[in-house]
């Protein structure tokens, strides 16, 4: 597949790293000087720009977390005046405040650019006709792949989310080659096509696909319902949004575009890095954004990196696809399963966002997955057969997601204890 | 035509239908009839009143998931082959039946049956072609 951007995405790891070395210093005497947070960490760690000469060095700064943009909400972290800022985008707060990010017109550029990048990867190209069902907004996926794929040259459909007969519709009427949107609304979608029997009609061949954790069954079902090469990408908004890395269609791991981003494992109890292969968090350092660079920033998210060449040519460093967070996975009979997969499955089958809890227990030696689903009025029928419907849909839908089958029970409404508003999701009596 | 049957969602925990009952009572609520339908994990409690409004809003006021919807009441013979009859209309007329249960209609001692039909407006002619009593709300709700 094409190249976008060869003469950096091939360019020979010696240059790489000059170039590392070169933007790296700069970035670091930038948001010494610009962002007061920055000086107050390097002046705590006896730290000044003048100690880092090079990625060497890196070590040596201080991680930058989640917690530290929430306490610089909204704008403490801008590493320019605000008339420089032409976009602001966040993180869904679902704990405590949004984690806000800025882009100048540069770093747009920059993003679009990226974006390209993986969207080329995957064999995109301005032949194709590519269905948006990210929603636009303040969530940085629908815009990052709008951009990437205007660059391309592709005709885009912005059909944002949801609406998911009328997204299949415009699919067939328009001749979608390329569909852009989360693994579970994929699959949705393909679910949905078979149903509805449009199997025939789509011209689908690749999907970009990102934003969440998924699994290989995922990857093979989607590929079979809607007969598409599946590719995921990988992004955060805290970094830039989609476009840090990418799959090829080697599909041996996502390249990270590293002239822009520096990558380290570290191990995420002790902070140590480390070597090349071994799973731990992925900490991120941005090379080349003007309105909001991050240095050492932890995603939480789990992977390792690999740095034999690849097949496609491209020399950057590839990371597995990340399929753990490393604050709200559950690992249970070895399979890793996310709170988050589970509500996207149940918010799939109804379309209603029911209340549910995770519970773990281990019998003989066994973990035992029980989720346990509220039966609200929107559920609820008088007919047995339209009930044990729904538990069966439940459960598909569950099974599909998490790559186990989980015990399921409906229960009454409130039965489900509720903190501060909120329902405790997951409780795990094998810690207890 | 049609009868309200209120539906109520219950896991199978003991005392939860006496809960429901309870509430009834104390709204001075009249069952005229009940059916459960139940799995080994949860039941669906259906109960004819004398006052479904009243008792809907009560139930899920008590934190119930609660649900009204129509049915169809109908007077069984009191012959030998009296049940039989019904059903051999609907079976030749290919109506399903989703469930029925049976109570005894007060004002008359006679027994009578709730249907929930796949296709109801259907059924109801069939059986009304067929000569059978199909009650009226007054019927139930006069005792
Ligand atoms: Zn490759």
Redesign the pocket.
């Known amino acids: 597949m094409a190249i976008w951007d060869p003469s950096n995405e091939t360019m020979p790891r010696s240059r790489l790293a000059d170039l590392q070395n070169e933007r790296l210093v700069a970035v670091v005497k930038r948001v010494y000087d610009k962002v007061p947070f920055y000086r107050d960490r390097f002046t705590s760690a006896g730290l000044t720009p003048s100690d880092i000469k090079s990625v060497a060095d890196l070590q040596k700064i201080p991680f930058t977390t989640k917690e530290d943009f929430r306490s610089q909400y909204p704008f403490g972290l801008l590493a320019v005046p605000k008339r420089d800022v032409v976009r602001i985008h966040c993180s869904s707060g679902t704990t405590g405040k949004p984690t806000v990010v800025g882009y100048t017109r540069k770093d747009l550029d920059t993003w679009s650019g990226l974006v390209a990048r993986f969207l080329a ?1 995957a064999g995109v190209t301005a032949d194709d006709t590519a269905q948006i069902a990210f929603g636009y907004g303040l969530f940085t996926g629908g815009f990052g792949l709008h951009y990437g794929l205007e660059k391309i040259g592709a005709t885009i459909v912005p059909a944002s989310s949801g609406f998911t007969e009328r997204q299949l519709r415009l699919m067939c009427d328009f001749g979608v080659t390329v569909l852009i949107c989360t693994p579970s609304y994929a699959l949705y979608l393909g679910e949905a096509a078979v149903n509805m029997g449009l199997q025939e009609q789509l011209k689908l061949r690749v999907g970009c696909f990102g934003a969440e954790p998924w699994t290989d069954l995922m990857r093979e079902s989607i590929e079979a319902k809607l007969g598409i090469l599946a590719t995921d990408n990988y992004g955060l908004s805290e970094v830039i949004g989609p476009g840090v890395a990418g799959e ?1 269609t ?1 599909r ?1 791991g996502h ?1 990270i575009f590293e002239d822009h981003f520096i990558a380290e494992i570290i191990d995420p109890e002790t902070g140590q890095v480390l070597g090349e292969g071994q799973t731990g968090e992925l900490v991120l350092t941005s090379l080349t954004k003007e309105a909001l660079p991050v240095l050492r920033y932890r995603t939480r998210d789990l992977t390792a990196l690999h740095s034999e060449p ?5 020399t950057f460093v ?1 990371m597995d696809r990340v399929h753990a967070r490393s604050d709200d996975m559950l690992i249970i009979r070895g399979v890793n399963v996310f709170p988050s997969q589970i509500e996207t499955a149940l918010l799939e089958v109804e379309g209603t966002e029911p209340h549910y809890q995770i519970i773990v227990d281990r019998a003989g030696g066994m973990d035992i997955l029980t989720i346990e689903v509220e039966v609200n009025p929107e559920l609820f029928r008088d007919e047995m057969k339209a009930m044990v419907a729904l538990e069966e849909a439940l459960l598909n839908r569950l099974t599909n997601t998490i790559g186990m089958r989980p015990k399921l029970r409906l229960v009454e409404p409130k039965s489900i204890a509720r903190s501060e508003g909120k329902a405790k999701r997951v409780i795990d009596k094998r810690k207890q | 035509m049609q009868v309200p049957q209120i539906s109520v969602f219950l896991e199978n925990k003991v005392g939860r239908m006496a809960e429901v009952t309870e509430v009834l009572a104390a709204n001075e609520i009249n069952i005229i009839a009940l059916s459960v339908a139940d799995t080994s994990e949860f039941g669906i409690l259906r109960l004819i009143v004398n006052k479904p409004e009243v008792a809907y809003e009560k139930l899920k006021g008590e934190g119930f998931t609660v649900m009204t919807n129509f049915v169809v009441a109908v007077e069984v013979d009191d012959t030998p082959g009296g049940l039989a009859r019904i059903l051999r209309t609907l079976t030749d007329a290919s109506l399903n039946v989703e469930y029925m249960y049976a109570f005894v209609e007060r004002s008359t001692g006679r027994a009578a049956l709730i249907f929930r039909f796949d296709k109801e407006g259907e059924a109801i002619k069939v059986l009304q072609a067929a000569g059978v009593n199909i009650l009226q709300k007054v019927d139930i709700f006069q005792n």
């Open positions: 990867a090829c080697e041996r390249h690849c097949a496609c040519g491209r590839r």
